[in-house]
């Protein structure tokens, strides 16, 4: 069965900073991996996903995502952190070419971002 | 702005009604998925359509769920029997799947329910 873990419910990071937001998967085959960032009473919006080739994805907002195949991680990045970044972010996943067509979401990592 | 739009963003209702929502995909979309989330959780997989065919339910979606995508455009989720634990953000979303192509789901602001 799929699943994502994202083991930290909030990470707290000083403006300028750089900052990383973890998410480790399980799936049975390859992956197909996804962020999310959500504002309040908002709908998710999609920020970069990964399905093959280099294993550093670059995203909206300055945002960039590593995939380790060996540590089935595939953590969220920025190398210097806005106020404005402050929100909840969710990996999903989906496995490539698999029977589900369902993304699982992680439970969410607040990250709130001090001036 | 031509996103993915839900109707209404909010619904409060008594437990024992029957509530109906609606999502309007992107246009160009042929894949609608319905998702709940509650408060400190992700996203939870309800059903997912391709064009008018329901393609995919989670074991989530009991007796009472039923969602329909009638022309393959857009949708309605309806749940009938309203219980206080249905109370939640029901969030829509749809992608464009063509041959092995297929896009990012693009999410609606979703619809809160309150069940009192």
């Known amino acids: 069965a799929q699943s994502v873990a994202q083991p930290e419910d909030q990470v707290n990071v000083a403006e300028g900073n750089p900052l990383t937001v973890k998410c480790t998967y399980s799936v049975s085959g390859n992956p197909y991996l996804f962020w999310y960032v959500q504002y309040p009473n908002r709908g998710l919006q999609f920020l970069l996903k990964?399905?093959?080739?280099?294993?550093l994805v670059k995203g909206s907002y300055g945002f960039e995502a590593e995939f380790n195949k060996s540590q089935t991680s595939f953590h969220l990045k920025k190398p210097s952190a806005l106020v404005s970044d402050s929100a909840l972010y969710f990996c999903a996943v989906r496995e490539y070419g698999g029977a589900t067509n369902k993304l699982i979401f992680g439970t969410g990592t607040l990250l709130a971002v001090q001036p | 702005d031509t996103g993915v739009s839900q109707d209404p963003r909010h619904k409060i209702t008594k437990r024992g009604q029957n509530v109906t929502f609606r999502c309007d995909p992107i246009s160009e979309h042929n894949r609608l998925y319905w998702y709940r989330q509650t408060l400190g959780q992700g996203p939870e997989f309800l059903t997912y359509f391709q064009n008018e065919a329901q393609l995919e339910k989670s074991r989530l979606l009991s007796d009472r769920f039923s969602a329909e995508r009638p022309k393959g455009s857009f949708s309605t989720l309806e749940i009938q029997r309203t219980e206080q634990g249905d109370s939640a953000m029901y969030l829509c979303?749809?992608?464009?799947?063509?041959?092995?192509?297929?896009?990012?789901?693009?999410f609606g602001n979703g619809t809160r329910l309150t069940v009192t």
């Open positions: 990964y399905i093959t080739g280099d294993n």
């Open positions: 979303a749809s992608s464009l799947r063509t041959g092995s192509y297929n896009s990012p789901l693009h």
